[in-house]
């Protein structure tokens, strides 16, 4: 796991500064605390910070074939390295290393790019530089779990795995993209492609870039997640199937050389990963909980049950976190404006997992992948009443029936009568959108200072997701919205939280639920073996039984929260009353919100939790 930066010309005269690549790793020590490494000459730059995880005494960066022609840094984990290597000597390639990195520039030489990153199993970003064309390639993994961030001047492309290290270059365009700032506090994210940040933009998952002199960049799809159904089998066999690809997506992630562990919450996902670890690793795996004292956001008890079961070595932490000193830090990781409240603990149980080990695997994925969340139900609920809904007299009726309703706010979800007649009033995607969003598009704009909102009068956060909705190879809706959610909450808000909070305290995190062989399988299936009724991950449900028992299975899930409602009354109060006075923000309106949930009348934590966070970010970044 590492850090890379560098840039390329524009033109073939373009000298790199080795000064400038230098101080963009630099920015990036976190990532790659044990070696660094850098490679110059017209028209490019190459740079690495290591995390040293596989051959600890060898293979820094970067790495090149035997004739020195091509050229690689690397971000990630390559899981299928020791098959790869064999081949490849097979046809004749030698090797300098006992790493997965070098795999990677002999890989290219026989098959190209694209072949390239067909054959490739793992979690990556990576520049791989060949001398002979003078072109560059940056590259993504399938799912987003490894960043990659690209920036264009007037002479050059510059790259890297966090945006900070780009900040370094004076040139690039550091004003805010005002309708990213919109998003972010609508979704609670920057969604892909766009950064906070107008010069600075991300690759999509899935995508590489080519780079040439005298040429425009190219960027290409190399992989997209299709839910169309394959062929018709019986469940026993689905689950026999899957089952044998669960126990390989998490074999294939137990190579290490350095001390490997799990995180265990009270959830199916961490449960099954850790149930798997044990049999290959021959030994009772170390499994990491993390607990805040609070019992109503403590999963230390459901974790402790689920240890016993399985015989886990099992490690339980408890944080007391300091906000004056961890809110800063938290805004300084992401570099953007992040809203989710749970990279909090999520920055917290990596900075205590890392006193114990390197390498942690994770159960992110399997809400996405197995139709874990509840809104996907209410949203197949909403779909199926919609049919019903005459088009053109329908809407009208229900905004108006919905504008009338009362605030039923403490019923359940499905009972709510004015969120359910507001969404049958609205397009599918809409009525989607609006109820994973954090807060509507109205209250985020009110949050923002007077320019800024009128700025952003014009703009919907809803069409700019609209493109990624309408491609989706699927025939259901439920399907269709699974889709959406891999190409934008998964890797910009799951995968981005995940990815910066463990770099930052130098840890690796391996996600066995998106390896890309059973994210594959798994969406070929019919959508109602994912969701049954009300049941959700049915499918994986049912295959689990071979390892968990059902009281364990059953289980409710619970979020990975905080007690934010009753911080932001109490201890987070006086942040709030500070994050008021940032440029961005009304101040008047601010404080009107801390006032309302202050006194108990309304829940307003999105909206001050986002104000903290961004003027936090506004004080490390934006000024």
Partial sequence: MCGIAGSFGRHAAYKPSKTQVLRMADRLRHRGPDAGGSFIEAPVALACRRLRIVDVGGADQPLFNEERTVAVVFNGEIYNFVALRR?????????????????????????????????????????????????????????????????????????????????????????????????????????????????????????????????????????????????????????????????????????ADVPLGTFLSSGLDSSVVAALMAEPLGEPPLALT?????????????????????????????????????????????????????????????????QHVSVALSGDGGDESFAGYRRYAFDVFENSVRRFVPPLVGPPVLRFLSAVAPQGSWLPQPLRGKTLLGNLARSPLAAYLHSVARMSPDRALALLSPDLRASLREYSAVDAMQAIYDRAPAEDSLSRIQYLDFHTWLPDDILCKVDRTSM????????????????????????????????????????????????????????????????????LRNEVDAAANCPLLDGARVRSALALHGGGRQDRSSELWSAIMLSHWFEAYGQ
């Fill in 504 to 571: 930052a305290h130098s840890l690796e995190v391996r996600e066995p639920l998106l390896d890309h062989e059973l994210l594959e399988l798994v969406a070929r299936m019919p959508w109602d073996l994912k969701l049954r009724g009300r049941e959700r991950k049915f499918i994986l449900k049912e295959t689990a039984r071979r390892w968990l028992p059902d009281d364990l299975i059953q289980r409710p899930k619970r979020g990975f929260e905080l007690p934010l409602r009753r911080w932001l009354q109490n201890e």
């Fill in 87 to 255: 081949g490849l000597s097979q046809r004749g390639h030698r090797f300098a290393t006992d790493g997965d990195t070098e795999c990677l520039v002999h890989l290219y030489e026989e098959y190209g790019i694209d072949g390239c990153l067909q054959r490739l199993v793992g979690m990556f970003s990576f520049a791989l530089y060949d001398r002979r064309a003078r072109r560059l390639f940056l590259a993504r993994d399938r799912v987003g779990v490894k960043p990659l961030y690209i920036a264009e001047t007037t002479d050059a492309w510059h790259f890297a795995s966090e945006a900070k290290a780009l900040l370094e270059i004076p040139a690039i365009d550091r004003g805010i993209d005002t309708t990213a700032l919109c998003d972010a506090l609508v979704f609670g994210y920057v969604p892909a492609p766009r950064s906070i940040f107008r010069g600075i933009r991300k690759l999509p998952a899935g995508s590489y870039a080519v780079l040439n002199v005298d040429k425009p960049m190219e960027v290409h799809r190399y992989w997209d997640l299709s839910f169309i159904p394959g062929r018709t089998q019986e469940i026993g066999e689905l689950t026999e199937e899957l089952a044998v690809s669960l126990q390989t997506a998490v074999q294939r992630r137990l190579v």
């Fill in 290 to 354: 993390v607990g805040f004292g609070e019992p109503s956001f403590d999963e230390r008890d459901g974790a402790r049950f689920t240890a016993r079961l399985l015989k886990l070595n099992h490690v339980e932490l408890e944080v007391a976190p300091d906000a004056k000193t961890v809110l800063p830090a938290l805004a300084r990781t992401f570099d953007e404006p992040f809203f989710d409240s749970s990279a909090l603990p999520t920055y917290l149980l990596c900075g205590a997992a890392r």
